[in-house]
């Protein structure tokens, strides 16, 4: 009980102390408060754009979980194609899948007559493909610039592409492919529509036609590439593969988004460990201005402090008030941050954050030019231990030659 009661005297002390200077307090607090909301923010604005960055992803071509033949995902050849079979259906009823749609994919030759490109060719069923991937909305949500027939000589192709070959809507060009049995093939198609996606490289490489049309092209009658499976959360993307794989498909690879991109996972766990480093790294120099203030604090109770020893006080306790009167500074700093950074991400990841003026580079990384910033509470705990840590880190010192203090010296201190 006289502990507690000790410790409770402690406490009002040190919260008192917090208030007795208020400009002094004000000016740590808020040094707290700016180095709180630059690092929540930043990972905020980071979040928002590792997010973008890896929903484009999927959503342009990788889908949630992809079904291939062994070696297709690495060696993309029509050899390695191979007929569905009455399974779709039973992937369908998979708990967490929420729709399905087949793919043929071949390398070929695009050619008008002012260029060339090679390029990726994207047979498709253009009603499903719309599920499972955005390309109907990166070509304009209108059903006259897109594939509708998937046996129809249209094509769809990227705007940086057009711009290339020098053609546009209602122009001619020819795919150039070798079939299945290794004879040279041009097929004539019109250009459809025009899309452009959140990823450069994508845009650079990849057409579509429909998917009936592709078989017959390329010469694999039913057979198909790929299936894509859309989940209802990308986090279901593990037990959903696991199904799959249950059914005994033992020529066929089942991959989720994670082993398809595994460089996007990588890069996004390193730009979190980073921007932790780099924020530890912030708040070191928050350190030093908590110590110099605590220290100043300590100078001007000198008297107070010997006072406090001399009748009995243990230089325990007088570290103690010190340690917390530096905590009770940065728990106004950490409430003020989390309160304004909360509003900040609110409104912005409403608004979004517009980065035209670095488009390029935002499509390279495949973000898209607005980033909508959001936090996660993991990012609150972290960044809150971060700055408490730092604080009692800073108070160390000043709480250490307070309890150094002699009572004599401290009565003759003037």
């Given at each position: 009980?006289?502990?507690?009661?000790?410790?409770?005297?402690?406490?009002?002390?040190?919260?008192?102390?917090?208030?007795?200077?208020?400009?002094?307090?004000?000016?740590?607090?808020?040094?707290?408060?700016?180095?709180?909301?630059?690092?929540?923010?930043?990972?905020?604005?980071?979040?928002?754009?590792?997010?973008q960055m890896l929903e484009?992803?999927?959503?342009?071509?990788?889908?949630?979980?992809?079904?291939?033949?062994?070696?297709?995902?690495?060696?993309?050849?029509?050899?390695?194609?191979?007929?569905?079979?009455?399974?779709?259906?039973?992937?369908?009823?998979?708990?967490?899948?929420?729709?399905?749609?087949?793919?043929?994919?071949?390398?070929?030759?695009?050619?008008?007559?002012?260029?060339?490109?090679?390029?990726?060719?994207?047979?498709?069923?253009?009603?499903?493909?719309?599920?499972?991937?955005?390309?109907?909305?990166?070509?304009?949500?209108?059903?006259?610039?897109?594939?509708?027939?998937?046996?129809?000589?249209?094509?769809?192709?990227?705007?940086?592409?057009?711009?290339?070959?020098?053609?546009?809507?209602?122009?001619?060009?020819?795919?150039?492919?070798?079939?299945?049995?290794?004879?040279?093939?041009?097929?004539?198609?019109?250009?459809?529509?025009?899309?452009?996606?959140?990823?450069?490289?994508?845009?650079?490489?990849?057409?579509?036609?429909?998917?009936?049309?592709?078989?017959?092209?390329?010469?694999?009658?039913?057979?198909?590439?790929?299936?894509?499976?859309?989940?209802?959360?990308?986090?279901?993307?593990?037990?959903?593969?696991?199904?799959?794989?249950?059914?005994?498909?033992?020529?066929?690879?089942?991959?989720?988004?994670?082993?398809?991109?595994?460089?996007?996972?990588?890069?996004?766990?390193?730009?979190?460990?980073?921007?932790?480093?780099?924020?530890?790294?912030?708040?070191?120099?928050?350190?030093?201005?908590?110590?110099?203030?605590?220290?100043?604090?300590?100078?001007?109770?000198?008297?107070?402090?010997?006072?406090?020893?001399?009748?009995?006080?243990?230089?325990?306790?007088?570290?103690?008030?010190?340690?917390?009167?530096?905590?009770?500074?940065?728990?106004?700093?950490?409430?003020?941050?989390?309160?304004?950074?909360?509003?900040?991400?609110?409104?912005?990841?409403?608004?979004?954050?517009?980065?035209?003026?670095?488009?390029?580079s935002m499509r390279v990384?495949?973000?898209?030019?607005?980033?909508?910033?959001?936090?996660?509470?993991?990012?609150?705990?972290?960044?809150?231990?971060?700055?408490?840590?730092?604080?009692?880190?800073?108070?160390?010192?000043?709480?250490?030659?307070?309890?150094?203090?002699?009572?004599l010296d401290a009565l003759?201190?003037?």
């Amino acid at each position: 009980m006289i502990r507690m009661h000790h410790l409770k005297i402690v406490l009002l002390i040190g919260w008192r102390n917090v208030f007795r200077n208020k400009r002094r307090s004000l000016i740590v607090a808020s040094s707290i408060v700016v180095g709180l909301v630059v690092m929540m923010f930043s990972m905020a604005i980071m979040n928002g754009f590792n997010r973008q960055m890896l929903e484009n992803t999927i959503n342009t071509s990788l889908g949630h979980v992809a079904i291939h033949k062994k070696g297709f995902f690495n060696d993309m050849k029509l050899a390695l194609s191979f007929v569905p079979d009455d399974s779709l259906n039973a992937i369908k009823g998979i708990h967490g899948v929420g729709c399905i749609a087949q793919r043929v994919k071949f390398e070929a030759m695009v050619q008008s007559s002012r260029s060339s490109q090679g390029v990726l060719v994207m047979g498709i069923e253009p009603d499903k493909e719309k599920c499972v991937s955005n390309i109907y909305e990166y070509a304009g949500s209108d059903t006259r610039s897109f594939i509708m027939n998937s046996s129809s000589n249209d094509i769809l192709i990227s705007r940086s592409l057009a711009v290339k070959l020098g053609i546009g809507i209602g122009d001619k060009c020819v795919v150039m492919l070798q079939d299945i049995h290794g004879v040279l093939a041009a097929h004539a198609f019109i250009v459809k529509g025009l899309y452009q996606s959140p990823i450069e490289s994508f845009d650079k490489y990849v057409v579509y036609i429909g998917i009936r049309k592709a078989q017959e092209i390329s010469g694999l009658g039913n057979a198909i590439s790929e299936i894509i499976v859309r989940c209802a959360d990308k986090d279901f993307a593990d037990k959903v593969a696991s199904s799959i794989k249950s059914m005994n498909k033992a020529f066929l690879e089942v991959l989720t988004w994670k082993q398809m991109a595994p460089q996007i996972v990588q890069a996004i766990k390193l730009f979190d460990t980073m921007m932790y480093v780099f924020l530890a790294i912030i708040f070191i120099s928050i350190i030093f201005t908590i110590a110099n203030t605590m220290i100043m604090a300590i100078m001007e109770r000198y008297r107070e402090i010997g006072i406090m020893k001399s009748i009995g006080t243990q230089p325990s306790w007088i570290a103690a008030i010190v340690i917390l009167e530096a905590c009770g500074l940065g728990m106004l700093g950490i409430v003020a941050g989390i309160v304004i950074t909360y509003l900040l991400v609110v409104i912005t990841g409403t608004t979004g954050i517009n980065f035209a003026f670095y488009s390029q580079s935002m499509r390279v990384w495949g973000t898209g030019t607005v980033v909508y910033p959001y936090l996660t509470a993991t990012n609150v705990v972290v960044a809150t231990t971060i700055v408490l840590c730092n604080t009692i880190i800073a108070s160390l010192y000043p709480a250490y030659k307070a309890a150094k203090i002699k009572p004599l010296d401290a009565l003759h201190f003037i």
